[in-house]
Structures are given as C-alpha cells and as structure tokens.
C-alpha cells in the first residue's frame, strides 16, 4: 500500500526561507481510527442515550449538578451519533462521499463536544469548589436557575468560538478522491493556526487551571477531619469521587490530544524535518480517539457522583431486568 499523505495533502508548504514537500505515511490510521471510533460509538451511544432516558423520564427533581450532566449527555449524543460517517471515511482510506457541508459540520461536532465537555466538566468542578469551600453561601449561589443560565452561556460560547470550523474545514478533490480536512487546507493553514491558538488558550488553558485551582483548594479543606459516619462524610466522599473522575478526563481525553496537536501545528507550519513531522502527525493520530473516549467516560461521572442519578439508574434497569424475564415466562407477553 503506497503511503498517504497528511493534510498538506501532497501539496507544496512553503515559509519564509524554505520550500519543500513531506509525504507522510498514515497507513495506520486506517485501521486505528475506525475500530477506535467503533468503540466509542457502540459504548457511547448507549450509555448516553440511556443517560437522558434517565435525566428526562425517570429523575423527578433536578439539582445544579443534574443540568451540567444533562447537557453533557446532550453534547455527547450529538457526537457519537456522527461518528459512523468518520468510521466509514478511514475505513475508505480518506474517501468522503457525503459531500462539503457535511464533512464541516462533523469536524465541527467534535469540536464542539470537546469544548463542551471541558466547559461543563469545568463548571462541575467549581460548583462542587464552592459547595465544599463556602458551603453556607452556597446554598444562595447554587440553584437551578443559575445553572441553566451558566448551560445556555457555555452552549453559546462554544458554538460561537467554534463556527470558524465550519468556514476552514472544507472537502478537496483529490484525483478523484474527495478529501475531508481535519485541519484546513493548506492555503489557510496560517489562519487555522492562529485561530487553534486562540482556542487553545481560551478554551483549554483557562479551563484546566481553573479546574486544578478549585480541586486544590477542595483537597485542602477536604483533609480537615471531620466526624465518620456523618452527612459531612459522605460529601466528602462524593466530591473526592468526582476530583478522580473529572481529573482522569482531562487527563487522558483532553491534556495529550492538545498537546500533541499543539506541537504538531507548530511543527507542520516551522516546515521542520520530515521524521520529525511525522513522528508528532503520528502522535497527534493516536490521541484523536481519546479525545473522543470523553463521550465514553462521562456517563460513569454521572454514575458515581450523582446518587440520585445513581438510584434512579439502578431502578431503571432493574425495571428493564424484570419486564425481560416476565416477557420470557409469562404466556401473555410471549404470544405472537
């Protein structure tokens, strides 16, 4: 099989002092994307739909933290329900048949549910800082109203920091093979990148510290001792749970797959050596699909921090268990 190129796309890139080519071997790709994305489709899915089965039919009162989770749920459902045409387009070796607007709003809904999640995720985290650091005042700053107003902000900062992705990515004929870019096309690269660092900055950086910020400041008040067995314990253990979760999200979805792609846009736009090009585009490769696993890891956040998500899910299947076995023993649900 000949190699593939990146999304330079076989075309001359060019700085201010040299001009050259790199074909980059992505061979692999075509096997690790579409079995990764496989994955996470198929576990995402259904733990997500299932998700806001429970969110909307089966939790009668929703706090703060149900309307960071709900929208959540939302942002992931809306991705992985378009992951099927990304695992067809690298099972094909990069053929894409579903034409321009669409190659942009896929690459757009990645994107988005990324920032999301993080925003979210981040949003969690502060609130969970202030119920645990200033509980008293808390009670007056955390409600559902409040919430919902953070969610219909986060939604609109995400989507409008993210519609330039829908002008830079774009389809490119190939010889006859049409091309979905990841990035840009190259003509636009210098844009894209300027753009990327922006984001980059606004909506990852800030986050993230934000985040390791809070949880410091809740590992300092969480070490103070506090009586066993008490409702104060128990909240204790509820946000220790959630510090795990939120921080193992960021670390293995979010922190490699920006790190990666930072170094290899700088790289791809300093026009460095090949090997050394190639060697961060293969990085970059493999981290795309744990970003994507945020889909995956997010419904177990609402399982194990949520009890009322918690309770609720555990009656819901035990429903599902039972209406299965009355329908495999009882005549009158087996009747054709």
Same mark, same amino acid.
């Given at each position: ?15 201010? $002092?040299?001009?050259?080519? =790199? ?39 929703? @706090? ?12 992931? #459902? ?42 979210? !995720? ?10 645990? =650091? ?7 700053? *955390? ?7 953070? @969610? ?7 989507? $409008?920091? /993210? ?6 990515? /774009? ?16 003509? *636009?690269?210098? /844009? ?10 606004? *909506?990852?950086? *800030?986050?993230?510290? #934000? ?5 410091? !400041?809740?590992?300092? /008040?969480?070490?103070?001792? $506090? ?20 921080? !193992?999200?960021?670390?293995? =979805? ?32 493999? #981290? ?7 889909? =995956?890891?997010?419904?177990? !956040? ?24 009355? $329908?495999?023993?009882?005549? #009158?649900?087996?009747?054709?």
């Amino acid at each position: 099989m000949n190699p593939v190129t990146t999304p330079f796309e076989n075309v001359l890139s060019m700085n201010h $002092s040299s001009l050259y080519k =790199c074909v980059l071997n992505e061979n692999f790709e075509f096997i690790l994307l579409p079995i990764c994305y496989g994955i996470v489709f198929v576990i995402g899915l259904i733990l997500n739909v299932f998700s806001l089965f429970v969110f909307t039919f089966r939790m009668k009162e929703w @706090s703060w933290s149900t309307i960071y989770m709900f929208n959540l749920s939302i942002s992931d #459902t809306l991705y992985v329900i378009s992951l099927p045409l990304l695992i067809y387009y690298y099972a094909k070796e990069n053929s894409w048949p579903f034409g321009d607007a669409m190659c942009r709003i896929i690459r757009f809904l990645f994107y988005n549910n990324l920032y999301c999640s993080i925003l979210f !995720l981040s949003c969690i985290s502060i609130h969970r800082f202030l119920g645990i =650091c200033f509980p008293m005042q808390s009670l007056e700053w *955390l409600n559902v109203r409040r919430s919902r107003i953070c @969610s219909v902000l986060i939604w609109i900062i995400v989507v $409008s920091c /993210q519609a330039p992705i829908l002008y830079f990515s /774009q389809t490119y004929n190939n010889n006859g093979n049409v091309l979905c870019y990841d990035t840009t096309p190259p003509e *636009l690269f210098p /844009q894209f990148l300027v753009y990327s660092s922006i984001i980059f900055v606004m *909506l990852f950086c *800030l986050p993230i510290l #934000t985040v390791i910020v809070c949880y410091c !400041l809740m590992a300092k /008040q969480l070490m103070k001792p $506090s009586a066993e067995g008490t409702s104060s314990s128990r909240i204790k253990k509820k946000s220790i749970r959630m510090i795990v979760i939120v921080l !193992l999200v960021f670390i293995i =979805c979010f922190l490699p797959f920006h790190i990666t792609r930072t170094i290899y846009y700088i790289l791809r736009q300093l026009n460095v050596e090949c090997d050394m090009l190639e060697a961060s585009n293969i990085a970059y490769i493999v #981290t795309r699909p744990l970003a994507s696993a945020n889909s =995956c890891l997010d419904p177990i !956040l609402y399982f194990l921090s949520g009890q009322n998500f918690r309770k609720v899910f555990v009656s819901a299947s035990k429903k599902k268990s039972n209406t299965l076995k009355l $329908s495999s023993f009882n005549p #009158t649900f087996s009747k054709v």
